[in-house]
């Protein structure tokens, strides 16, 4: 059965320090990933959807995809207070019709 | 612009009670899911649907029923409901390969 593990569960960085998330998942086959950000009571907003290994950029957000390692990490450069929410990996898997599951989620927090 | 629609936004709902939480989407999308998420955690997969007519179990399916009765329509019904399953539900839609997630604003159940 798949499984998507987050860590840390939380992190808090200083304003315009990078930070990094790690999202680990168990099945190889798995062919689609997003990051999510969702601020306290409200939806999930998209944040970077990446395919294939490698880098994908989304402003001040970048996924990395490593399939052969298990691990999809977002990397948010120069975060701001506003970036302090919740964020959620995603992933599909290419088969079992479509099964999407996402991670339990990191609790990010950017100190001014 | 792509729409998921649920209903009720909010429901109170008495122990042992039926509760039936329905979700609409306008984007002829063929997979649809139901999640819900606790206060500050991730979004756990009950059911989901990829064609009309049939449903498959999520990761945690007990004490849920699905029903997918047209490609538009995709219910989450809960025959006896409990304490435990007071939390927010969110339904989504995607029409698959690398299309976007389309969420619901997302369905808050108090089980009194």
């Known amino acids: 059965q798949q499984k998507v593990q987050q860590s840390p569960e939380s992190l808090t960085v200083s304003e315009g320090a990078m930070a990094s998330l790690n999202c680990t998942f168990s099945d190889r086959s798995s062919d689609n990933f997003r990051w999510y950000r969702q601020h306290s009571g409200k939806g999930l907003e998209v944040l970077v959807s990446i395919f294939s290994d490698g880098e994908k950029e989304e402003g001040s957000f970048t996924a990395h995809l490593n399939r052969a390692s298990l691990h999809v990490f977002l990397h948010i450069r120069e975060p701001q207070p506003s970036d302090s929410a919740l964020y959620l990996c995603?992933?599909?898997?290419?088969?079992?019709?479509?099964?999407?599951?996402f991670g339990q989620g990191t609790k990010l927090s950017i100190k001014p | 612009e792509a729409a998921v629609t649920q209903s009720p936004r909010s429901k109170v709902a008495v122990t042992g009670g039926k509760v039936t939480l329905s979700c609409h989407q306008t984007?002829?999308?063929?997979?649809m899911y139901w999640y819900r998420q606790d206060t500050g955690h991730g979004l756990r997969l009950i059911h989901y649907s990829y064609v009309a007519d049939s449903t498959e179990k999520g990761d945690i399916p007990d004490g849920y029923k699905a029903s997918r009765p047209s490609q538009e329509n995709f219910s989450l019904i809960l025959e006896l409901a409990s304490l435990s399953q007071t939390a927010v539900y969110f339904c989504?839609?995607?029409?698959?390969?690398?299309?976007?997630?389309?969420f619901g604003h997302g369905t808050k159940l108090s089980v009194l």
């Open positions: 984007n002829n999308h063929d997979y």
């Open positions: 989504a839609s995607t029409g698959g390969g690398n299309e976007r997630l389309f």
């Open positions: 995603a992933v599909r898997m290419n088969y079992n019709q479509g099964k999407l599951i």
